[in-house]
């Protein structure tokens, strides 16, 4: 492991899937990063993370520094945070408590416009960007996760404070830098918000397709009629996107979808959500961005039949 000295503090609020790989491959890379846990706390204390990765092979972090309330964190200048968007807003009084005065909160989640709840939270002097995670990781077990492919994360500033332009382009600069030191790609986004949108077009149809009708994603592009139904909610994504004023790339649906033919069958987070009887991320994933349309006038009216089949589903499992 490479020196610590001059390397930014990176603290992680939700050592799960996502933030526990983040997390793990930036400790590797020489960084000096912090974990926040809740039921796995003491679990991760006693034996630290383990990732059986498919790209990176098994990988151990032990000891972690591991904390159970951030109160006992020290002031990091970036906080990863790695929960579901369900639980934002309870957050923020953890991550005021974790972050230097002008630290870097990146939202490592999925769904729309997610980092708008928690601004008005958050100390103006913050700065608040959103990380596009491309990967497939869950958990298997306290502190052990399953990376099956990619890992990608691409970084864009959504708010802070007043500075120049070129000021927050280096903040998301910063960012990706920390990811591609630690061996893992990641871009600049220029655009947060159309960033978001571009994910969506995967996680539409895919994150509520698994829960609905119980399958991964192997056997969804193995059947004819669930591909008609995955490219027919691809193509709405990209017509709302439109609506909101963002052209998605021609192509870009088409390549997701054989993209997916090549993956290792993955369950995505929302069902491992769903068996586990957690609350799904609805809101970010299907409510902002149908609602975002309808005001753009545009109406998605299979992306609303899924929402709302997934709603009932989703009321009836807690
Ligand atoms: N998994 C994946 O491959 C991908 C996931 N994403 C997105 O990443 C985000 C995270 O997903 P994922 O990592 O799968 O989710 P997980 O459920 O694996 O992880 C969430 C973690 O947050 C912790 N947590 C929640 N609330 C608190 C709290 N108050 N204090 C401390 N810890 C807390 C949970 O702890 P506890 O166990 O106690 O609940 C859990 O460890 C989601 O938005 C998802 O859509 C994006 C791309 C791919
Ligand atoms: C789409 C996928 C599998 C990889 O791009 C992912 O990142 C997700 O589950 O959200």
Same mark, same amino acid.
Not at 141 to 156: E, K, R, S, Y
Not at 199 to 223: E, F, H, Q, R
Not at 226 to 240: C, D, F, H, K, Y
């Given at each position: 492991m490479s020196e610590t000295v001059n390397k930014p503090v990176v603290g992680i609020i939700g050592t799960g899937a996502i933030g526990g790989f983040y997390g793990v491959m930036l400790a590797r890379a020489g960084f000096d990063v912090h974990f926040l846990l809740r039921s796995e706390f003491c679990a991760v204390a006693e034996r630290g993370l383990q990732i059986n990765s498919a790209v990176h092979g098994p990988l151990t972090l032990h000891p972690a520094n591991t904390?159970? *309330? *951030?109160?006992?964190m020290p002031p990091c200048d970036w906080l990863l945070v790695g929960t579901k968007t369900t639980s934002n807003v309870g957050l923020a009084p953890a991550i005021i408590q974790a972050a230097k005065p002008d630290a870097k909160v990146l939202l490592l989640q999925n769904g729309l416009d997610v980092e708008d709840s928690l601004r008005p939270l958050l100390a103006d002097s913050l700065h608040l960007l959103g990380g596009l995670c491309l990967i497939c990781v869950h958990r298997d077990g306290p502190g052990l996760i399953t990376h099956q492919a990619l890992g990608a994360v691409n970084v864009g500033y959504h708010s802070g404070p007043a500075i120049a332009d070129a000021a927050r382009q280096a903040i998301v600069e910063e960012g990706a830098g920390l990811f591609r030191a630690a061996g893992i790609d990641s871009q600049a986004m220029a655009n947060l918000h159309q960033a978001r949108w571009q994910k969506l077009v995967w996680n539409i149809p895919y994150n509520g397709l698994s829960v609905l009708?119980? *399958?991964?994603t192997t056997p969804l592009m193995a059947d004819a009629d669930s591909r008609v139904l995955i490219q027919a909610l691809m193509a709405e994504v990209v017509r709302g996107a439109k609506a909101c004023g963002h052209d998605i790339a021609p192509g870009y649906a088409d390549y997701l979808f054989t993209m997916t033919e090549k993956m290792p069958d993955y369950w995505p987070s929302m069902y491992h959500d769903f068996r586990h009887k957690r609350p799904l991320e609805l809101e970010a994933i299907y409510a902002r961005p149908l609602a975002a349309a309808k005001a753009a006038g545009c109406e998605l009216s299979r992306i609303d039949a899924l929402y709302r089949s997934l709603c009932f589903i989703d009321r009836g499992n807690l």
């Amino acid at each position: 492991m490479s020196e610590t000295v001059n390397k930014p503090v990176v603290g992680i609020i939700g050592t799960g899937a996502i933030g526990g790989f983040y997390g793990v491959m930036l400790a590797r890379a020489g960084f000096d990063v912090h974990f926040l846990l809740r039921s796995e706390f003491c679990a991760v204390a006693e034996r630290g993370l383990q990732i059986n990765s498919a790209v990176h092979g098994p990988l151990t972090l032990h000891p972690a520094n591991t904390y159970s *309330a *951030a109160e006992d964190m020290p002031p990091c200048d970036w906080l990863l945070v790695g929960t579901k968007t369900t639980s934002n807003v309870g957050l923020a009084p953890a991550i005021i408590q974790a972050a230097k005065p002008d630290a870097k909160v990146l939202l490592l989640q999925n769904g729309l416009d997610v980092e708008d709840s928690l601004r008005p939270l958050l100390a103006d002097s913050l700065h608040l960007l959103g990380g596009l995670c491309l990967i497939c990781v869950h958990r298997d077990g306290p502190g052990l996760i399953t990376h099956q492919a990619l890992g990608a994360v691409n970084v864009g500033y959504h708010s802070g404070p007043a500075i120049a332009d070129a000021a927050r382009q280096a903040i998301v600069e910063e960012g990706a830098g920390l990811f591609r030191a630690a061996g893992i790609d990641s871009q600049a986004m220029a655009n947060l918000h159309q960033a978001r949108w571009q994910k969506l077009v995967w996680n539409i149809p895919y994150n509520g397709l698994s829960v609905l009708l119980g *399958a991964g994603t192997t056997p969804l592009m193995a059947d004819a009629d669930s591909r008609v139904l995955i490219q027919a909610l691809m193509a709405e994504v990209v017509r709302g996107a439109k609506a909101c004023g963002h052209d998605i790339a021609p192509g870009y649906a088409d390549y997701l979808f054989t993209m997916t033919e090549k993956m290792p069958d993955y369950w995505p987070s929302m069902y491992h959500d769903f068996r586990h009887k957690r609350p799904l991320e609805l809101e970010a994933i299907y409510a902002r961005p149908l609602a975002a349309a309808k005001a753009a006038g545009c109406e998605l009216s299979r992306i609303d039949a899924l929402y709302r089949s997934l709603c009932f589903i989703d009321r009836g499992n807690l």
